[in-house]
């Protein structure tokens, strides 16, 4: 009891450091000019590839460790690192160093009546927590996006990947130093206690926003426990309505690949909704493709009369987000039950109208409430590398701050900057 | 005991049946068209005029209930309703209606390589609980403002104001009525009970986010226990900082415009940094109209040097938001030591520099992480009004999502919206 009494005292002497030592680097890091935040993000990339041999000993103690704590193939695969991957790593770095710096933009600076110039700039939030599973590339994309940005960052890695998270963080130090950057501008936890997360989260007074990144108990758990505000990613229940004015070849092509083109991804397809005059043309096509790739199919009654060897779909089927080769099918009356059915059942992560009606595209692009909105494209462009925002931290499913896919301008916020001349308010 | 339980369940049950109207009032408040909503804030302007004799009667049974029950004079006079109040209150809804709408407006709308286009859409949060103190007037702007932006309201003023709160809420019930809009797109609650409150700060599932206004410790107490994000307003300890290039008579003006224009409000200075190369100055000339004005001072050790008769400084003085005739006045040696103090006591709320020197003006604009930073510019300035945001709900000292004054935009977010052909994922 002593012990951990001891222990806990420990960590929370460290996190405090870290803390500390974040919000005093955020100050040096939030003013850094845009050249010496895109020279070390190059120097990172650079030391990434020179120490190709000592990321992939690194990792292969982490890989090592985790056959022989039986690991799933799943999770091992993402942890393991590759030449391959540590080339990409380099090259997001890379991109990022290309993006415009958000940083300092001034936008709607205007005069008032009063005399005032207002206007907004874009500053950074500061010190942002990330806590992740085990994946290394994580490590540098955040690192990344963070400094990009002009924030310090906390990484928490899954522990399984400590050993490759350190080899990581050692070229990352090098790039700061290479910079003239403050080391503690990004700083990697150092244990594996579980304890740490539960400091980095309520240290409201150091960390200014935390971004989870794993599955739903961890970020159901961080949210609930969290002094410092959350952006976080739930789940991903998304739909496509093939509407009865659409195209066929269109329908299918797109409800095709947002389910099939990945099983596992959050902006995949785990539902589809068919309006009555199109499911006896489509609904045959199309189970015949799922079929053939594997996906089983659950489906409403009507959907049965017309694919009669389909399983029946429950209510539970209609809140699935299946994450694998299964698909829940709906037949509709119309838009508007489309409409009523994804606002009941859905996640507003992202759904997808297949229509060649104006008014009906237009409808459902304001009415249906979901981060990404989309007409007659595949729900798995649902990315920030698709959207243009170049790497992303994550995808928010929440409503305020940053909502979809987050990238380096999620992670800035906007103050008010007003130039005067001497002016007082009367 | 057996009656707390069953008025807690009452409470809970009414609260519950508030949320699930709400949510399903937002959905068509989010769509209305803008012309209806417009129409209903005229409406309910003119039903306010027309039922003037109505809330002063209702505004005279709350004012004799809280003199009896030995309210203060202050808060009385913000629960009095006068004729020229309700004119007020009518011309603030008719200039929400002639603002631009911001729900729908699509920016940034760009090609991307894949053949999608990806642009952001405005959308309002949904439905907004507001809890306020005894200040009828805010049900009628606070209203205003979630109509305007698509989102459904609960609105629960303080208890001191239930009579004024109804009558100005069958105002608005005749408005939406007159406009073909729901009436549950904007509830006030009807009981005085405080669980009230604990039920709507909880409703996750019914409310997308909570806007308290009133004193520290209401917000405190909100944010601790809520589990629906919160836009809070904490602390205005601001600053402004007189820089040894500042022009002496804009120093003056400005900064005894800072502190004596309103004593009370958040964005009024609280302490005033001198340059100690202008301190010798520009000190005796403010002291002589601070100590005019009945401003009570207190300072540092070489402030007292030019100004003996003023009172030391402590520690708790940089800290202190005072909302009353009391500066506190500190010396520093140059601007990087002002900002210093900034960041170590201030609260991020405003502050300002007084400065003719065009490097350093840049410098702390850039530099100050306040939700509002100012060139030559009263702090007083900072209000929804003067920044020409039309009403505010209230103005934020968070970082994310809205930061300072909080109009119609900030009660609203962005999604992503993708107009396709047919395109897929490769």
Redesign the interface.
């Known amino acids: 009891m002593n012990t951990n009494v001891e222990t806990t005292n420990a960590i929370s002497h460290y996190m405090t450091t870290v803390g500390q030592c974040a919000r005093a680097a955020s100050?040096i890091i939030?003013?850094a000019e845009t050249r010496v935040k895109d020279a070390a993000l190059l120097a990172i990339a650079e030391a990434l590839e020179a120490a190709t041999e000592a990321l992939l000993a690194a990792n292969r103690l982490d890989m090592d460790a985790g056959q022989t704590n039986g690991l799933e193939p799943a999770l091992l695969d993402r942890l393991e690192l590759t030449p391959k991957g540590i080339k990409t790593m380099a090259q997001g770095l890379r991109e990022i160093a290309a993006q415009t710096d958000p940083v300092?933009e001034i936008t709607d600076l205007?005069y008032?009546p009063?005399g005032?110039q207002?206007g907004r700039?874009r500053?950074p939030?500061?010190v942002i927590g990330i806590i992740y599973e085990s994946r290394p590339n994580v490590t540098a994309d955040a690192a990344a996006l963070c400094l990009k940005s002009g924030n310090a960052a906390i990484l928490r890695g899954g522990s399984e990947a400590l050993h490759s998270n350190q080899a990581i963080a050692a070229c990352i130090q090098h790039g700061l130093a290479a910079a003239g950057l403050p080391a503690d501008a990004v700083q990697v936890i150092e244990t594996a206690d579980r304890a740490a997360v539960g400091e980095l989260i309520r240290m409201a007074e150091y960390v200014?926003?935390i971004v989870p990144r794993g599955g739903k108990s961890l970020i159901e758990r961080i949210s609930r426990e969290a002094r410092v505000?959350v952006?976080k990613h739930l789940d991903g229940v998304c739909h496509v309505y093939i509407d009865d004015r659409a195209?066929m070849?269109?329908a299918v092509?797109?409800a095709?690949?947002?389910k099939t083109?990945r099983y596992g991804t959050c902006n995949t397809m785990e539902t589809l909704l068919v309006a009555d005059g199109i499911a006896e043309r489509v609904l045959p096509v199309l189970g015949e493709r799922y079929r053939a790739a594997g996906v089983e199919l659950r489906g409403c009654s009507k959907t049965r009369d017309l694919l009669p060897e389909v399983k029946i779909a429950t209510e539970e089927d209609w809140y699935a987000e299946y994450l694998a080769p299964i698909l829940a099918i709906r037949v509709v009356k119309d838009m508007d039950e489309a409409m009523d059915h994804i606002?009941t059942y859905g996640s507003a992560h992202t759904d997808?109208i297949?229509t060649e009606d104006y008014s009906r595209a237009r409808?459902f692009?304001?009415?249906v409430?979901?981060?990404?909105?989309?007409?007659?494209?595949?729900t798995?462009?649902?990315d920030g590398g698709?959207?243009?925002l170049g790497a992303e931290v994550g995808i928010s499913t929440?409503?305020?701050?940053a909502?979809?896919?987050v990238g380096v301008e999620g992670l800035t916020?906007?103050?008010?900057?007003?130039?005067?001349?001497?002016?007082?308010?009367q």
């Not at 929440?398 to 701050?401: E, G, I, M, R, T």
């Not at 906007?414 to 002016?423: E, I, S, T, W």
């Open positions: 100050r939030g003013r300092g205007k008032r009063s005032i207002v700039m500053v939030l500061g200014d926003v505000p952006i195209d070849d269109k092509t797109v095709y690949n947002a083109q606002a997808a297949i409808r692009l304001r009415e409430d979901s981060s990404s909105v989309m007409v007659n494209a595949s798995r462009f649902a698709e959207y243009g929440d409503k305020l701050h909502r979809g896919p916020t906007q103050k008010f900057v007003v130039l005067g001349d001497g002016h007082i308010r």
